[in-house]
T-cell receptor, first 114, second 114 residues
C-alpha cells in the first residue's frame, strides 16, 4: 500500500481567493493524479501530475484554474484558483506505485467556498 | 447518458443480510472493473477488481461482471455494521497508468443496522 497525506483536510474559503492542497506520499511513486468529488457526482479526474513538467488535464479542466506542481516523485500540489461556490467539493490525490498497478487515494480535502 | 450509472441509495439492511450493489455502463471497451469502499471522510480504497467477464470471490465479497449486459455487481454476504460505507464502482479500458482513466459511478451509500 501507499501512505498518502493530504493537507489541509478541510477549509472554508472566501470566493475569489485561491487554495493550495498538498499531497505527500511515503515513498516514490510513478503516477500521481488529482480528482474532484462533488456532492452527488462521480469521482472525476482533473489531471495527471507529471514530474518536472506540465500536468496533463482532462477535458473541462484548465491549468489557469487548477495549476498543479510535481517537483519530485513523492509530492504534488493542486491549487484551486479564483474560487467560486461551485468549486466546493472534495479534492483527492491518488497515486500508483508503478504503471498498471493499484491506485491508492488520500483522505481528501473538503473545500467549502462561501 | 453517463458512461457509468449507479443507484446512489441509500441502502439500509439488517446485520447478516446479503447486499447486492450494481452498476451499468455504456462503453463496451471497458475491460477492468473495480469496486472501491469509501468510509465517511476517508479516501476510496480498492476492494476488488475483475478483468473481463466472470465472478471473483474474496471472503464475504463476490464481484460479478456481465459484459454482454454491461452490468456489474458486488455481493456482500453476512453483512456487518463495519461494512457501512459508500461503495463506488469504477471501470477502465486498461489497468493503471495515465492513459487508462478510471470512470467512476456516483457511489451507493450502504448502512448495515445492528
Amino acid at each position: 500500500s501507499a501512505v498518502i497525506s493530504q493537507k489541509p483536510s478541510r477549509d472554508i474559503c472566501q470566493r475569489g481567493t485561491s487554495l493550495t492542497i498538498q499531497c505527500q506520499v511515503d515513498s516514490q511513486v510513478t503516477m500521481m493524479f488529482w480528482y474532484r468529488q462533488q456532492p452527488g457526482q462521480s469521482l472525476t479526474l482533473i489531471a495527471t501530475a507529471n514530474q518536472g513538467s506540465e500536468a496533463t488535464y482532462e477535458s473541462g479542466f484548465v491549468i489557469d484554474k487548477f495549476p498543479i506542481s510535481r517537483p519530485n516523485l513523492t509530492f504534488s500540489t493542486l491549487t484551486v484558483s479564483n474560487m467560486s461556490p461551485e468549486d466546493s467539493s472534495i479534492y483527492l490525490c491518488s497515486v500508483e506505485r508503478s504503471i498498471n498497478t493499484e491506485a491508492f487515494f488520500g483522505q481528501g480535502t473538503r473545500l467549502t467556498v462561501v | 447518458q453517463k458512461e457509468v450509472e449507479q443507484d446512489p441509495g441509500p441502502l439500509s439492511v439488517p446485520e447478516g443480510a446479503i447486499v447486492s450493489l450494481n452498476c451499468t455502463y455504456s462503453n463496451s471497451a471497458f475491460q477492468y472493473f473495480m469496486w472501491y469502499r469509501q468510509y465517511s471522510r476517508k479516501g476510496p480504497e480498492l476492494l476488488m477488481y475483475t478483468y473481463s467477464s466472470g465472478n471473483k470471490e474474496d471472503g464475504r465479497f463476490t464481484a460479478q461482471v456481465d459484459k454482454s449486459s454491461k452490468y456489474i455487481s458486488l455481493f456482500i454476504r453476512d453483512s456487518q455494521p463495519s461494512d457501512s460505507a459508500t461503495y463506488l464502482c469504477a471501470m477502465s479500458e486498461g489497468y493503471g497508468g495515465a492513459t487508462n482513466k478510471l470512470i467512476f459511478g456516483t457511489g451507493t451509500l450502504l448502512a448495515v443496522q445492528p
